[in-house]
């Protein structure tokens, strides 16, 4: 079997996957065994994608989530791999605050929407805060993990050829600990994700957030779940771009 065929036989078995699931729901939903009330048909679904395009806006919903997922993870890629790194290079500074790092991970900082609407205004401001704040924990322990877990072995031999400290980190421990780091960035784009459309959804910024709220005020299920699936539809994005990003970033180093 050829490379080609090796990577699309895995793409095909799960796009057949889904097909056969939005057919299951549908014949489900067409003999009443699941309430239509409840879930819409997968073909109103599908067909409610023209309605959000002619009458809600849609792209430039759509512009604004992913603006703002784009922001957070800006954000999370500086802040997030320069904390993990520091903890890593100063153990004091990881015995002071990796505990409370982990607890902030379990914290429902979306909560605390109401102190960053009076600290940055209603606005995506406030929604890219809020994410950031909750998808940092994941990115700095991830990038902890990475350096931490480099092979000693890596630095002995780098401190052999004479090469510097920051020849080291960058030649040697980056490199090793880049798997690990784009996990991180990935479950902190996932938590983004997550609270960014609950942000919007609880305070209407805008945003396929917003847009969810409404069409689910109107009790329009079709449109609400079509706009559910534009909200996964960035999550794919990226999560393709970071995985592509680290292609780029292993060849490069």
């Keep these: 079997m050829s ?5 699309l036989v895995p793409i095909a078995i799960g796009l057949t996957t889904v097909f056969v699931v939005i057919l299951l729901l549908e014949f489900l939903i067409s003999v009443d065994i699941i309430d239509r009330f409840l879930m819409p048909p997968p073909s109103d679904v599908f067909g409610a994608f023209g309605r959000l395009f002619a009458q809600e806006n849609v792209v430039n919903r759509f512009f604004v989530t992913a ?40 914290a429902p900082v979306v909560l605390s929407y109401p102190l960053f609407l009076v600290i940055a205004g209603r606005g995506s401001a406030t929604v890219i805060l809020v994410a950031f704040l909750a998808a940092l924990p994941a990115v700095i322990l991830k990038t902890l993990e990475g350096f931490s877990q480099t092979p000693g072995v890596y630095v002995l031999v780098g401190k052999s050829l004479n090469a510097s400290r920051w020849q080291i ?16 960035l990935r479950l902190g784009l996932l938590f983004a994700m ?6 919007e959804f609880l305070i209407n910024t805008g945003g396929l957030g917003q847009l969810v709220n409404e069409l689910s005020e109107r009790y329009d299920l079709a449109a609400t779940y079509a706009a559910i699936l534009c909200v996964i539809l960035v999550s794919v994005l990226f999560f393709t771009a970071s995985e592509w990003l680290e292609r780029r970033l292993r060849r490069v180093t």
Excluded: D
Excluded at 67 to 95: K, N, Q
């Design 194 to 199: 997550l609270n960014i459309v609950g942000v």
């Design 67 to 106: 603006g703002e997922t784009l922001a957070a993870g800006f954000l999370l890629a500086i802040f997030g791999v320069a904390g993990g790194a520091l903890l890593f290079r100063f153990t004091i500074l990881r015995s002071a605050y990796e505990t409370w790092i982990a607890a902030l991970a379990a």
């Design 3 to 7: 490379v080609r065929s090796t990577k």
């Design 169 to 184: 980190f960058s030649k040697v421990m980056f490199p090793a600990a880049l798997p690990s780091i784009f996990v991180g």
